[in-house]
């Protein structure tokens, strides 16, 4: 009985098919991360091409204050997924027979979250802003599709079985059809909460399209079981990473809500602009590492030499990428904000350039995903992220009155360069995770300790 071979191995050079074709591991992870970044090349390119269309026409109040709703119900988004991402597909990796009660655990879980953290939105806007109405619906809209995002429990099987094909497929129907409806409000000058509106359809469109490839893989989502005892397994390793989750929200998106707050509306439109150029990058290290955290977490059953080379090896990979998309990008932000979004926007410019080095701590944070749960350290994480969420508030109050959406990039970076790397050698157990991030820091150039 032969194998079947993937099409793409073909079209390789010669010598790089041969170390591939007998790798059925390897193939499946090039596979698996192909589909993905075909995923995100379409959303960089047509999604960047129509959310440039829609903040030149909403202008920097109106587009600050639609990013200033999406960031205000992202920060109590942990309340919803509730840290099981990667405990799940962990789970799903080591025990695939548990698959549909670890799914319908999840999925129930989540569901709850979700209804909490709506709740809790809910609550915090109107004491905040209970005389904005249009506010208060754009906060509502953007908190609404936590519970769309239950049923994404579908990913975690994919990803546990390196085949996300099937959700790059379901992602980008979804994607293309609201696309399409978004390129109409444009052009019939529809006002903004009609936007909003569409937002929320995605999410509910990615759903309804998951269930459908999940089914085409011949499961049926009515066979999920919910399990008390499963569900207190999942909460007893997930509930720092809850509360981390929490802390990294904060970390990624109380700037926004800090500039509205100070400065107003405009200046969260410029900073938003800055955050959607240099945050569209941070997908590459999701990608590969949800392509790679299956065979990591293999490799720690059986080897744990050959786990921390495979951890190395994704830290070095990870870094290098980073420096290759933050160095021309510090050059070239003004040119890319006058290019693509006016003049209007020009002084994102300055902001992006700060904001761009916060991706290569970003994307170690990600690359340690893998070593969070395999060696369980979610309350090192936690007081990681709390510590880092700290750092970035009050140097977000010192640095935004004195130099606005520059002085909250500066806030970000520095506050992702403690938490995610520095932080780590004050904790014995991800000493080591310090030194391998250590030595891609620095790309292998200086001897550091392992």
Known sequence: MTNHKPRWLRYLPVSLRNRVEHRSNLQAILSNTGWLFADKALRMGVGLFVGVWVARYLGPEQFGLWNFAIAFAGMFGAFATLGLDGIVIRELVKNPERQHELLGTAFTLRL????????????????????????????????????????????????????????VFA?????????????????????????????????????????????????????????????RELLKESWPLIFAGVAVSLCMRIDQVMLGAMLGRGEVGLYSVALRLSEVWYVIPSIIVASVTPAISNAHTYSYDLYKLRLQQLFNNLVKIAYLVAIPMTFLADFLVHLLYGESYGNAGAILAVHIWAAVFVFLGVASTPWTMNEKTMKVALYQTMLGASINILLNLYLIPRYGGVGAAVATALSQCLCVWVSNYFFKVNRPLFWMQTNAIFLGLVNVKK
């Open 112 to 167: 709850v979250g979700a209804a909490i953290a709506i709740m809790l939105v809910l609550i915090a806007i109107a004491l905040m802003h209970a005389d904005e109405p249009l506010t208060l619906w754009l906060v509502a809209l953007s908190a609404a599709g936590f519970i769309f995002q239950s049923v994404n429990v579908i990913d975690f099987y994919f990803q546990a079985k390196v085949q996300s094909k099937y959700t």
């Open 171 to 231: 992602a980008n129907i979804a994607f293309t059809l609201i696309t399409i409806v978004k390129v109409v409000l444009l052009v019939s000058a529809a006002p903004l909460i009609l936007f909003a509106w569409a937002g929320l359809g995605e999410a509910a469109l990615t759903s309804l399209f998951l269930l459908f490839a999940y089914k085409m893989n011949h499961y049926n989502f009515r066979d999920w079981r919910y399990d008390n005892s499963v569900a």
